[in-house]
């Protein structure tokens, strides 16, 4: 006789579904570069982007976490801000690389796979940052994904100004791909948010920043946006540096 399978609460599915919302969006962006709407093909994988970041938190809210989320979630995240952001350069610029084009958007989404494979194998090398130490091993997929789509957040802002020639295009287009591939590939220690502490005298500056930050985000987007990616990649220095002293430090006793 047949056991019964336990029934699932619909509160472990609302995580999935959003997760779901996730994957849906970066292929819509994908569609709309089809049809050469590169603002909406770029606001959906930032759409997916919102939605990674907020599906995890609901699944611990809800206490729905699961493996099959966790597996979803990679699942989502290599096509949204692997497959997405590739196919999205290469249509806006890269396909007028002769020869090296399509080679340097498989390397964008080909390294956000390899960064999620070792994300869920939990296998660092030698010497690469541990999540203790509040530090992530390589740039995030969004991020990454982030990173290479800032060339369109520029031309979005300055384009009569600096991208409108289609070389100027392509050259920065490929540089960009090819630094934020191999930043997600990498082993460099990279801040993470979870790790940070603020002191309780910051608190209300912090909250006045966000609220700063929401308005410019708004009001000015793709300004807000190339300005943000460009001060992540400013910290990624900071950040070797800082988890090199930590290591020292630890060594030391």
């Keep these: 006789m047949a056991v019964p399978r336990a029934a699932i609460p619909i509160r472990a599915l609302i995580p999935n579904a959003v ?11 994908v569609r709309f570069a089809i049809g050469g709407e590169w603002e909406k093909a770029v606001a959906a994988v930032i759409v997916a982007a919102v939605l990674d970041g907020i599906d995890g938190r609901i699944a611990r809210l809800l206490k729905g976490t699961s493996r099959f989320g966790a597996e979803l979630d990679s699942l989502s995240d290599v096509t949204a801000f692997g497959v997405a952001p590739a196919l999205i350069v290469y249509l806006w610029s890269l396909q007028n ?3 090296f084009g399509w080679v340097l958007a498989l390397a964008h989404a ?3 796979a390899l960064r999620l494979a070792r994300f869920n194998a939990g296998l660092d090398t030698e010497g690469a940052p541990h999540k203790r130490l509040g ?7 969004p991020v990454g ?9 520029l031309a979005f802002w300055i384009e009569p100004l ?11 287009v490929g540089a960009v791909t090819l630094g934020s591939a191999a930043l997600m590939a990498s082993n460099l ?5 979870g790790a940070v502490r603020l002191r309780p005298a910051w608190r209300l500056p912090a909250l006045a920043g966000v609220g700063l930050y929401a308005g410019a985000l708004f009001s000015a987007p793709w300004m807000t946006l190339t300005l943000t ?7 990624i220095p900071f950040s070797v540096r800082s988890y090199a002293r930590l290591k020292r430090r630890e060594a030391l006793g």
Excluded: H, N, Q
């Design 162 to 172: 600096l991208l409108g020639e289609m070389a100027a295009r392509a050259g920065l």
């Design 97 to 99: 690389v002769p020869g």
């Design 110 to 112: 080909v390294s956000c």
């Design 189 to 193: 220690p990279t801040y993470s948010w």
């Design 135 to 141: 530090y992530l091993t390589g740039v995030p997929a």
């Design 229 to 235: 990616t460009l001060a992540y990649a400013a910290t």
């Design 145 to 153: 994904a982030a990173l290479t789509l800032s060339p369109l957040f």
């Design 19 to 29: 997760t779901v919302l996730a994957l849906c969006s970066g292929l819509t962006g």
